[in-house]
């Protein structure tokens, strides 16, 4: 499906409430996984696209050498304001507004990529897979998560049923972006296309812990670009967060309680 530039708006107070209230369900619990995919080598210079508020940059500077470097990048402005906020000064770490299907980097100027559940968003993929292997050095590594389809994410997906079905017409479509990019054999074969020499796509389980159903469904409503979409339908957002906690609440009663998730981590070799 196609990609509109509004699915990756996260911008306003969207950024606040997604590292609040959903980063730590669900993207966190994949965030190790992902670093310790990233080669560990003396003078390591990491690339991170679609960093986003730094949850996996975090993990992956817990594993670069003392003499390694990390280049963050998002296409938001207002993600990096509250990464800054939040991450710690760090001399091996530096930020960068970047469209990671523009890289504003020389060729070969890095030896590791890592995104953590950003390319689903690039509108064009091949062109940000292509970007990523033109910085990358000859046996680089590329390494980033994409989302397995809602069916097998029961969660995102009852979130996604609830706010979609709210509107009887015209539903806001966000959530059929991140899930979009799911079958392993095309984003392989997108890999090799894109001039990496070797391309391995394989699936991983992670389990997140919701402590809060109000909390979740907050991150589920007002924590992604969905918010746009239903304000600019002129509905109260918190109209809708009350439905996706009741529904939560239902299906998963008691909190805390463990949320399943499941999503392709691909690791290709420049």
């Excluded at 984003?187 to 979740?216: D, I, Y």
């Excluded at 439905?243 to 499941?262: N, S």
Aim: charged share 25%; hydrophobic share 45%.
């Amino acid at each position: 499906m196609s990609v509109s530039p509004s699915d990756a708006r996260f911008a306003g107070s969207v950024p606040t409430l997604y590292d609040e209230h959903l980063a730590p369900v669900c993207l966190a619990p994949f965030a190790g996984d992902l670093a310790a995919r990233v080669p560990e080598a003396p003078g390591t210079r990491l690339l991170e696209t679609a960093c986003g508020t730094g949850v996996a940059t975090r993990r992956l500077l817990e594993r670069l050498p003392a003499d390694g470097r990390i280049t963050a990048t998002d296409l938001n402005e207002d993600m990096l304001a509250v990464f800054r906020a939040k991450v710690p000064a760090d001399a091996r770490l530096v930020w960068r507004q970047a469209d990671a299907q523009d890289l504003p980097f020389a060729d070969g100027a890095f030896d590791a990529v890592a995104c953590q559940f950003g390319v689903m968003f690039y509108p064009d993929k091949p062109r940000g897979l292509r970007e990523a292997r033109r910085v990358l050095r000859s046996g680089g590594r590329f390494v980033f998560n994409t989302w397995l389809p809602l069916e097998a994410n029961p969660v995102q997906r009852v979130a996604r049923d609830v706010i979609e079905g709210y509107f009887e017409d015209d539903p806001p479509l966000f959530y059929r972006t991140p899930f979009s990019w799911s079958d392993a054999g095309e984003v392989r074969e997108t890999l090799l296309q894109a001039g990496f020499v070797e391309a391995r796509v394989t699936p991983v389980e992670a389990e997140g812990t919701c402590v809060s159903h109000r909390s979740l469904a907050i991150g589920f409503v007002r924590g992604n670009p969905i918010l746009h979409a239903i304000e600019e339908r002129r509905v109260d957002p918190d109209v809708v967060v009350s439905a996706v906690e009741a529904r939560l609440r239902e299906l998963w009663p008691g909190a805390p309680f463990r949320v399943p998730m499941r999503a392709l981590v691909a690791e290709a070799v420049a």
